[in-house]
């Protein structure tokens, strides 16, 4: 079992100039380049003022070298497709062009989490608000069947963390890149042997490389919750190596936690089990407990919390 590369491979756009013509895409700006591939910030649509803002994902030349893996991308494709909830940033098109499969999805303008953390700790409030609202998408997912068969897709994300929840300007808060989502109908799109997702918010199981299902972001989510409320990263006090020693078996928490109120606590190590079957049954009930927590006293915030906050200099 070996961890995804983090650098990208030789990539035939990684120099060429931009602005430039892709499929029926304008990719303007590069957003990033990763082990799989690169975003870039784009443009579709044929007359001038007739076009419109999004982000294309292209994945690696070689990966679409084998016709197991298009197979595979295309299948689970066509499920993310058909994600549409309020807090799941939405693919509208998948396709190919230069030898590239690549994904297509709505421009959210705003910025992740990783931009509110380098501030410190978010409030309660806000900490809780947009943890539930990416624990109701991810129980849209898992809840998800297959509009052909009727039949549970058991849909799980397997990469949740602040660089894939966006928060807008407008104070939404979506969910990204189900991109290396694993589905019952076809598996997880990878290599053999290889766990795709970041180390320090993967389930002990996840890491094992053994199979996920929605508990797995469950505990993903609670992660991104306690880096929130405390400002520290999970993995805090933890060099590389003991992170990889710790993360196939769970029960670590970062110095900062134990300052957390006693019941939150009490609702976060449920999520945190690491045997999946003594955490919550779903990310639903999970968000309910916290919610119900932060009401009980006095944490509310609502999308124009998140709006002030994004929108601070």
């Known amino acids: 079992m070996t961890p995804a590369a983090d650098a990208a491979s030789a990539d035939t756009t990684a120099d060429e100039a931009l602005p430039r013509a892709f499929g029926p ?3 303007l700006t ?3 380049r990763g082990g799989m591939g690169e975003v870039f910030f784009a443009k579709h649509g044929g007359l001038q003022g007739f076009e419109k803002h999004c982000v294309v994902k292209t994945l690696r030349e070689d990966l679409a070298s084998t016709s197991e893996y298009v197979r595979r991308f295309t299948e689970e494709a066509r499920v993310v497709v058909q994600l549409s909830h309020r807090n799941v940033c939405s693919v509208f098109d998948v396709g190919r062009a230069e030898g590239r ?3 297509a999805m709505e421009h959210v303008a705003g910025r992740d989490l990783r931009a509110l953390l380098v501030r410190g700790p978010l409030s309660p409030a806000v900490s809780v608000h947009i943890v539930s609202e990416v624990l109701e998408a991810l129980d849209y997912a898992h809840r998800m069947v297959d509009g052909d068969t009727d039949a549970p897709l058991a849909l799980v994300h397997r990469d949740v963390s602040p660089h894939n929840i966006l ?4 104070g939404d808060v979506k969910l990204i890149d189900f991109g290396i989502a694993t589905s019952a109908r076809v ?3 990878t290599e053999e042997g290889t766990v795709l997702g970041k180390l320090t918010y993967m389930a002990p199981e996840h890491a094992r490389g053994d199979p996920v299902d929605g508990r797995a972001d469950q505990y993903s989510a609670a992660v991104v919750l306690v880096e929130l409320l405390t400002g520290v990263t999970f993995s805090d006090g933890l060099s590389r190596d003991e992170a990889w020693a710790i993360s196939g078996i769970g029960g670590h928490r970062p110095k900062a936690y134990a300052a ?3 019941q939150l606590r009490t609702i976060l190590d449920r999520a945190l089990e690491p045997k999946r079957e003594r955490r919550f049954p779903t990310c639903s009930m999970f968000g309910e407990a916290i919610v119900e927590w932060a009401r009980a006293r006095g944490h509310v ?3 124009r919390d998140v709006r002030r906050l994004v929108t601070q200099q």
């Open 187 to 189: 598996g997880p799109v």
């Open 260 to 262: 957390l109120d006693a």
């Open 301 to 303: 915030a609502d999308a």
């Open 167 to 170: 928060v807008g300007v407008e």
């Open 30 to 32: 590069r957003l990033a």
């Open 101 to 103: 499969l690549y994904v």
């Open 25 to 27: 895409y304008m990719l």
